[in-house]
């Protein structure tokens, strides 16, 4: 299978704390991948850092055969590259609908300014953008919301709304901090069809998930951070038999929760 992303020697240091150490991963198309460890190891870090919300100290990416730039963003969401986020940040007050073309619009010509000026061509761009919003909406299984303050929704709705935005932008790598945090089992297992469906429509997945389960359920293939440090990757029946994972979830990590 062919590379998507590959993360080289990634450092990334706040202070005193080495929040991350060296590390190193190769996520391949098509896959589904998880990266886990106790809490604190450095999960959320490693996404803020790829997806160009931190500056890494050390090391790069390559994305789909180019170097990818760091500490930017948009450019990272423009070359396909598009994250959820462990607290969820919709635009609380606007409606599924809306918050989904705000992700769209990164990929029409206008741009969000265009919705302002309103030409012809603009207007038929905004006319496809809602279509597209629709079908996503759709996708995720929440259309019946379209017109819904997404405050209104409930919390496994407003997560998958989150999905939904996030794939307007139409990424090659979806990155999903805890999408399943505070859900129940039910909506965990709808989660698990919806993760697997964005697969099959050829979505590589890189996911931060402390529900082990599913975890081990979903995935191709699985990181261990502990501390800043990668101790482990392979497919999760060799993970979870791994000794020093073992040992980092029983004694390591911080254990906030
Ligand atoms: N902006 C920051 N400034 C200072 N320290 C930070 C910052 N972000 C993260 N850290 C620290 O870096 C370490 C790694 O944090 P990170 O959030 O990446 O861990 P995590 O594996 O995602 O944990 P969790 O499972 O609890 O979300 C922690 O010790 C955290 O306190």
């Known amino acids: 299978m062919k590379t998507l992303l590959e993360a080289r020697g990634i450092g990334k240091r706040f202070g005193g704390l080495q929040a991350l150490a060296d590390v190193s991963l190769t996520i391949r198309e098509g896959e589904v991948y998880g990266l886990i460890g106790p809490n604190g190891a450095g999960k959320t870090t490693f996404f803020n850092v790829l997806t160009g919300a931190y500056t890494p100290d050390g090391g790069g990416f390559a994305f789909d055969g180019g170097e990818l730039p760091t500490g930017k963003p948009h450019r990272v969401v423009a070359r396909g590259i598009a994250r959820t986020f462990q607290n969820i940040r919709l635009f609380r007050e606007l409606t599924?609908?809306?918050?989904?073309?705000?992700g769209h619009h990164i990929r029409t010509r206008a741009g969000i300014w265009g919705i302002l000026i309103q030409n012809r061509h603009t207007r038929e761009e905004e006319?496809?953008?809602?279509e597209?919003?629709?079908e996503l909406l759709r996708y995720v299984g929440i259309e019946r919301f379209a017109d819904t303050v997404s405050r209104h929704l409930s919390y496994g709705d407003q997560r998958r709304l989150e999905?939904?935005?996030a794939l307007a932008t139409e990424p090659r790598l979806l990155a999903l901090d805890e999408p399943a945090a505070g859900m129940n089992a039910t909506e965990t297992g709808r989660?698990?069809?919806?993760i697997e469906q964005i697969r099959g429509d050829g979505v590589t997945v890189l996911l931060i998930e402390h529900d082990v389960k599913l975890v081990m359920g979903l995935c191709d293939r699985v990181a261990v951070l502990d501390f800043?440090?990668?101790i482990a990757e392979d497919v999760p029946a060799v993970v979870q038999r791994d000794e020093a994972v073992i040992k980092a979830y029983l004694g390591g990590g911080k254990h906030a929760h």
């Not at 006319?127 to 809602?130: F, G, N, S």
């Open 228 to 230: 800043g440090r990668k």
């Open 96 to 102: 599924a609908l809306e918050n989904v073309m705000a």
């Open 127 to 130: 006319r496809e953008t809602t």
């Open 191 to 194: 989660l698990k069809a919806l």
């Open 163 to 165: 999905i939904a935005r």
């Open 132 to 134: 597209r919003a629709y």
